[in-house]
């Protein structure tokens, strides 16, 4: 459109049906099994540096992106209120999401004051995201888990999480709308993917 638009005489074939093809075939049926880690905990302790126990620990307790955290600054902080689907006390922080939408993640009051804490003392959550994954690499070699990447956390809080509603007396469809929302996703059906 671009090209067209502003006469350039560039011509584009973006049809990617063969490469969908190909993919489907290589991966067929590869990513079945479950990429959460077996103990968090003992993974986001292992971590060196601190700046990475605090990414891990809100990526664990409600599933944020690394771009998301990113993102947190000092008016992000909103309050600590319960949580009414579980009765339990979170800190909710305002982050922006993909496409820039914006939403709250609930993570526990310690990691709450934690960040606030970061944020008041260097403004924002700085770091190279090639040292936070080695880190998390060694965390796991140390505490004999299968790396999974920072991604992994992910899946943690949307198995966690979904497994606490279900507990709660919440159906499956509530559960999985709402474990997908926390994820910051618009369908419910995209959870069905972390609940491996």
Do not use: C
Not at 75 to 84: A, L, N, P, Y
Not at 112 to 136: M, P
Not at 148 to 163: D, I, M, P, Y
Request: hydrophobic share 30%; aromatic share 12%; no cysteine.
């Amino acid at each position: 459109m671009y090209s067209e638009r502003f006469n350039r005489g560039n011509t584009y074939n973006f049809d990617l049906s063969s490469v969908r093809a190909y993919v489907k075939e290589v991966y067929a049926g590869e990513q079945t099994s479950s990429r959460a880690y077996e103990s968090p905990a003992e993974l986001i302790g292992a971590l060196k540096e601190p700046v990475h126990q605090l990414i891990a620990s809100i990526q664990y307790e409600d599933g944020a992106r690394l771009d998301e955290v990113r993102t947190i600054r000092e008016w992000s902080f909103k309050v600590v209120r319960t949580d009414e689907l579980t009765g339990q006390d979170r800190g909710y922080i305002e982050v922006k999401s993909k496409g820039g939408k914006v939403r709250e993640i609930g993570v526990s009051p310690d990691t709450y004051n934690t960040a606030k804490e970061w944020i008041k003392s260097f403004d924002r959550i700085g770091f190279d995201e090639r040292a936070y994954r080695r880190d998390l690499q060694e965390a796991a070699n140390l505490t004999g888990q299968e790396y999974r990447g920072s991604h992994g956390l992910r899946w943690n809080f949307a198995q966690e999480r979904f497994h606490n509603l279900m507990k709660k007396g919440y159906t499956y469809e509530q559960t999985l709308a709402q474990v997908s929302k926390e994820l910051g996703h618009e369908r419910a059906d995209v959870t069905k993917h972390y609940l491996r």
